[in-house]
């Protein structure tokens, strides 16, 4: 009979003990954060999408030789001597026409390891961390500024000059060629 | 009172009963229901430390406007090899038990849809429908959990009922009345009036009373909190075991039903408390209008202390259900047919030798 009454009254004041509890829970700052107004601070290392800064890129491929899922995709293409490609901010001297430089952000693992080879710094990562899209070709990234007619202008100016290097040898080849045959006929 | 008004306006008895039974179905229960779901998204939100619904109107006021729309909109899905008669009638016979019981309740002492000397009789007796339209959607939806969550809550709902009946009775035996509008009016004056301490009149009985009273409050808080299925007392449709319990293979706007049955019920089961022990619409501290004296004021300052004591309460179920875990099933017996329905008993006795005295 003693627990009888025991138990009741426990079970009465132990209600009333946890209802003080979340009443207090009613005035507590909620800790949630209006995400899409709010953004909560990244962390200072964080890694999310990749960003390269094209003017400062050489070309050297090593990035993309680092990626362990294969996502940056380089091409490239020898400036003419006659032109000049400027300079990087590092002070280093541009040789290459840098004519495709794709990343797949659909493969891409945010490892970081294509940001350490990079002799000029071009390639890093940034806070941006919404790039959803519906289609998964929204996901290749094209950094190079250059317009396509541009970029097909390089590679064609590059062919161009190696055509003319080419006929250039061929001639003197065949003037190398030819000219001991006219010393022969001479002597 | 209103139904005169509207007899006069109209001058036809049926009109006067048609608009007088549909007043608090759009009047209140509908725009109760829209603002007790967002009320209660808002309270379980801030309880947890969220914030709840935030991006729909001002702090997420129009959720459920939105939420009733989307309702609206989607499709009616009927499982194949349910039975279709039944099926189709349980939402509404559910509903009808809930609407039907504010057709007693007084919101004010110019409006009780029905002012039946039976009142608090007949509110047990028409809540007592809504388990036969629980047990049908159970069985008719030819789903296991439904059936299980029906069977649970009609042993729940028949069982908490004599608890609530129990306590009914002791102030039924105090007050001499049924009617929950002579109630209401027995109780006027100052909060010292009201019931739960110890009802009007000043006496030796009076402070007797009170310890009582507390302890049927108590008693019919419990039970009636068991009786609409809410938290701790909510097996019949436990999300974790039953999937929704006996509403599992309803959507759509019948699913709307039930859900409007359920907070039209939170709302009807407090209002019955507030009748009974805490004034019903009787002002604690006096009316501005009598102040005034301008005597049309006062049924609308009746209106709003029912209204907040129903929601006082209402948010008292809220409140618990953040507060205790879900009872098992022999636990829920056991807390009824050990604990309750013996010291309402005891209640009852000791109020009656109160009164003889």
């Known amino acids: 009979m003693k627990s009888y009454f025991k138990t009741a009254w426990e079970a009465l ?29 990244l962390p200072e290392r964080e890694r999310n999408r990749l960003y ?26 020898k400036g003419l001597p006659s032109e000049d490609l400027g300079k990087t901010s590092g002070g280093k001297k541009k040789a290459l026409w840098v004519t495709k430089f794709d990343i797949d952000f659909a493969k891409c693992c945010y490892c970081q390891l294509c940001v350490f080879p990079c002799p000029t710094e071009c390639i890093y990562m940034t806070d941006v961390y919404e790039f959803s899209e519906y289609e998964r070709e929204n996901l290749i990234y094209d950094f190079v500024t250059l317009t396509p007619e541009e970029r097909e202008q390089k590679k064609a100016n590059y062919a161009r000059f190696e055509a003319e290097k080419a006929a250039e040898k061929a001639a003197a080849a065949a003037a190398k060629v030819a000219a001991p045959k006219t010393e022969e006929n001479k002597g | 009172m209103i139904y005169d008004f509207f007899h006069n306006l109209t001058g036809s008895y049926f009109i006067a009963d048609i608009i ?63 039975d279709k008669p039944l099926f189709n009638l349980a939402p509404v016979l559910v509903f009808i038990g809930s609407y039907g019981v504010f057709a007693a309740i007084p919101f004010t002492s110019a409006y009780i849809g ?48 004599i608890p609530t009946i129990l306590v009914i009775v002791s102030i039924v035996m105090i007050t001499g009345t049924l009617n929950l509008n002579t109630l209401s009016e027995m109780q006027t004056g100052h909060f010292w009036n009201w019931m739960i301490l110890g009802g009007p009149g000043f006496g030796i009985a009076k402070f007797l009373f009170i310890p009582f009273m507390i302890l049927g409050f108590l008693i019919i808080y419990i039970s009636t909190l068991a009786e609409v299925n809410r938290v701790p007392f909510d097996i019949p449709e436990a999300e974790s075991e039953l999937v929704a319990g006996y509403h599992t293979e309803y959507s759509g706007m019948k699913f709307a039903m039930f859900f409007l049955a359920e907070y039209a019920n939170m709302f009807a089961v407090s209002a019955i408390v507030a009748a009974l022990f805490f004034g019903g619409y009787q002002s604690p ?29 209402v948010f008292v179920q809220m409140w618990l259900r953040w507060t205790l875990p879900r009872l098992r099933v022999d636990q829920l017996m056991e807390t009824c047919w050990k604990y309750l329905i013996p010291i309402a008993f005891v209640d009852l006795i000791i109020v009656g030798l109160i009164t003889v005295l």
């Open chain 1, 13 to 41: 004041l132990t209600v009333f003990i946890g209802m003080k509890v979340t009443f207090k829970h009613l005035f507590v700052p909620a800790v949630t954060i209006q995400y899409p107004d709010v953004k909560l601070q």
């Open chain 1, 52 to 77: 390269v800064n094209i003017d400062d890129c050489i070309g050297c491929d090593q990035c993309a030789r680092a990626c362990p899922v294969s996502c940056i995709t380089i091409e490239t293409v």
């Open chain 2, 20 to 82: 007088q039974a549909i007043l608090p179905l759009f009047f209140f229960i509908l725009p109760f229901a829209l603002f007790a779901v967002w009320w209660e998204r808002k309270v379980s939100a801030h309880m947890q430390d969220r914030l709840g619904p935030m991006r729909v109107g001002y702090h997420g006021a129009l959720q459920t406007i939105a939420d009733i729309l989307k309702l609206f909109q989607k499709e009616d899905i009927v499982a194949k090899d349910i």
């Open chain 2, 114 to 161: 029905a002012n039946i000397d039976l009142g608090v009789f007949y509110i047990v007796a028409v809540s007592g429908l809504a388990v036969a339209g629980i047990l049908m959607a159970g069985w008719a939806s030819n789903n296991k959990y439904s059936l299980l969550g029906a069977m649970r809550s009609a042993a729940q709902m028949v069982s908490y009922e």
């Open chain 2, 285 to 313: 501290i006096g009316y501005l209008g009598n102040l005034l004296n301008a005597h049309w004021l006062i049924p609308i300052e009746q209106l709003f202390w029912f209204t907040a004591k129903g929601l006082f309460f």
